[in-house]
């Protein structure tokens, strides 16, 4: 049996392993083929965002749902939760013959969530994207503004307490009898004299 020096079996195995690394390599850059299904895309829109558009806004405030690229006519099942796992919002979109879809408007409290979708012929625990609800704050809300003082004249109604002070109630007093008395001293001349 003929011996093989050390130095050239080492360089033999070190081919050997280079040849199936990347061999590995290039096999597991091959993308596998997908289930039926399991094919399409659900996008985060905007309320605002047309629905042909492929983008996905991670940032929302009202928004929907857009799915493309699925199996014509199939339905895709929806699930919005936080991010502690507890539902907000589910639902579904059935697709139509180009496997294109939109859901209802969603409105949801501010925080983080995440959207989980399955088909209805897909295999496996379906797939997920995350997004946060950021609506901007619509500000102080306008309150009712409560007159003070009297009322005014035919408007009816009782003055407030604090309009009442000493002041004003002994400028009342002295109104009411100067007008008091120039009444009576016109009634008593009725012939208009002097």
């Known amino acids: 049996m003929p011996l093989v020096p050390l130095v050239r079996r080492a360089g033999t195995r070190t081919a050997v392993l280079a040849a199936l690394t990347l ?20 996008m985060i829109h905007a309320r605002d965002t047309p629905a042909a558009s492929r ?8 928004f ?15 699930t919005v939760q936080t991010l502690s796992e507890v539902p907000a919002e589910s639902g579904s979109v059935t697709l139509d013959g180009t496997g294109a879809g939109r859901s ?5 409290p501010d925080g983080q969530y995440k959207l989980t979708w399955l088909t209805d012929r897909a295999n496996g625990a379906g797939k997920f ?17 409560t007159p003070s ?10 003055a407030r307490a604090e309009a009442l002070t000493p002041v004003t109630g ?23 004299a002097a």
């Open 23 to 42: 061999t590995g390599t290039t096999l597991s850059a091959v993308p596998a083929a997908a289930a039926p299904g399991d094919n399409g895309d659900v």
């Open 55 to 62: 983008s996905n806004d991670s940032r929302v405030c009202d």
């Open 64 to 78: 929907y749902l857009a799915a493309f690229d699925f199996q014509a006519g199939e339905t895709v099942n929806w």
């Open 104 to 108: 209802r408007l969603i409105d949801l």
């Open 129 to 145: 994207k995350l997004f946060q609800v950021d609506c901007p704050d619509p500000g102080p809300t306008p309150t009712a503004i």
């Open 149 to 158: 003082g009297p009322a005014p004249a035919g408007g009816g109604g009782i």
């Open 170 to 192: 002994a400028a009342a007093v002295g109104l009411a009898a100067v007008a008091g008395a120039v009444w009576f001293r016109l009634r008593r001349r009725s012939d208009g």
